[in-house]
């Protein structure tokens, strides 16, 4: 059921901001009774507004029409659905706003009085009600709001205490978005605030380089990854985080993953920037889920291509690191792939294989290994480990892997 909503508090909020920001081309999304379009239509070239409801969108267009707003195209959909039915657009008989539409419309303002309350027992009220936790709508138009927003765009939206402000800062965040918020205001029981949002220069970068559905994936304790699409394809784009103060960290990794690719390791590098480097995502299972779950003679296998990988590593003088604990760094699909060489290092004692051989002979491992029916004799693995490390050859390498059976 729907109910086309009365301006409340939030709506002459957001409605304060709405002229000062609008120019060129505005989108009101979930328009409501029209208010924020009709604000806006004053200092815009034209406003195109949206609504799920068909009430609401009748009732938009009336308001505007009794007002002999002419700026204003009103139309149904679902967030940005419209856009992508073009049979509807077609149908347009303004050619001015058809052609706009027709050719991926981008937008200098979008605004946005999001429903944001978490949902209630029985009622079913989707002007107000924003899903389960009251945040799922607005996660959604972030997840699609930068194709429809212009470069150097902006976005507003007024949202309340109710609805979680950490959580909404985060879904900001989350899609590479950076937030001002520039109002403020206490009725009985709840804070509204309204926010400035345009698209962080990280964003802006990867949407230069053609990069969609780009969004925050994990964060490490320097670096942040997002996930985005590429062509179609899922790539991974690291990033350094505004707060860590470690210099050179991403342009250290780029510079290794780029000489390591030419020997096959690691995961493909495709493009770097200031800051940032993006890479195919790998995908897979972790080297400790994959042993789990994995029969003995492919186990046997991909260990065996791990030593290899780290023996080309050792002979380049390259320390990755992190090699007796490599849980989150090997990522095994049909082959392993390591990730992560944000310690890689230059030096004249590179302890990848040593390192290695310990995190296989390692108490938790064992036991692992074990149920595989792989036994490694650790007083062995040990001695042929520091005859390795004497002297780094194919062939004292070769005497580890056949403890491998
Ligand atoms: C809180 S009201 C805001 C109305 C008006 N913009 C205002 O400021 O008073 C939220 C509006 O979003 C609309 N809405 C809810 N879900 C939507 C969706 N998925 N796509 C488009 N509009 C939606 C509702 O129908 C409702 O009109």
Not at 77 to 99: A, G, M, P, R, V
Request: charged residues 35%; aromatic residues 10%; hydrophobic residues 35%.
């Amino acid at each position: 059921m729907f109910e086309v909503y009365e301006p409340m508090e939030d709506s002459l909020l957001l409605e304060k901001h709405v002229k000062k920001y609008s120019k060129n081309s505005v989108l009101d999304m979930g328009t409501g009774s029209g208010i924020q379009a009709i604000a806006a239509s004053e200092n815009a070239d034209f406003v195109v507004a949206l609504d799920i409801s068909d009430q609401a969108v009748q009732k938009a267009k009336s308001n505007i029409k009794k007002q002999g707003i002419k700026n204003i195209f009103v139309f149904k959909s679902d967030l940005f659905s419209f856009f992508s039915d073009s049979k509807l657009i077609k149908n347009i008989k303004k050619t001015k706003i058809k052609n706009f539409l027709l050719k991926k419309p981008k937008f200098q303002l979008i605004i946005f009085n999001p429903p944001y309350l978490p949902k209630d027992e029985g009622i079913e009220d989707k002007s107000i009600y924003g899903g389960i936790k009251g945040h799922e709508t607005l996660e959604k138009f972030f997840s699609q709001v930068g194709l429809y927003l212009k470069e150097k765009g902006k976005i507003l939206i007024v949202f309340s205490s109710l609805t979680n402000k950490d959580k909404v800062d985060s879904i900001i965040n989350k899609y590479g978005f950076e937030f001002k918020k520039i109002d403020e205001e206490k009725i009985s029981f709840e804070t509204l605030f309204a926010y400035l949002i345009e698209k962080s220069e990280i964003l802006k970068n990867l949407e230069k380089k053609n990069l969609k559905e780009i969004k925050v994936f994990a964060k490490g304790h320097r670096g942040l990854l997002y996930r985005a699409k590429l062509n179609k394809k899922d790539v991974v784009i690291k990033k350094k985080l505004p707060e860590s103060k470690a210099k050179g960290r991403i342009e250290n990794e780029t510079k290794w993953i780029k000489t390591l690719n030419e020997k096959n390791i690691g995961p493909k590098l495709l493009f770097s920037g200031q800051g940032y480097f993006v890479y195919n995502f790998v995908k897979g299972k972790f080297i400790v889920d994959f042993i789990e779950k994995s029969k003995k003679q492919d186990i046997i296998k991909v260990i065996k291509d791990v030593f290899m990988q780290l023996y080309k590593m050792d002979r380049m003088n390259l320390d990755k690191e992190e090699m007796h604990h490599p849980l989150k760094h090997i990522i095994v699909d049909k082959k392993p792939i390591m990730i992560d060489f944000e310690r890689c290092r230059k030096t004249k004692k590179p302890k990848n294989v040593t390192q290695f051989c310990q995190f296989i002979t390692s108490t938790s491992m064992k036991q692992i290994l074990n149920k595989k029916n792989i036994k490694i004799k650790k007083d062995d693995m040990i001695k042929l480990a520091i005859d390795y490390k004497k002297e780094m050859s194919k062939k004292n390498l070769d005497k580890i892997l056949n403890l491998l059976k």
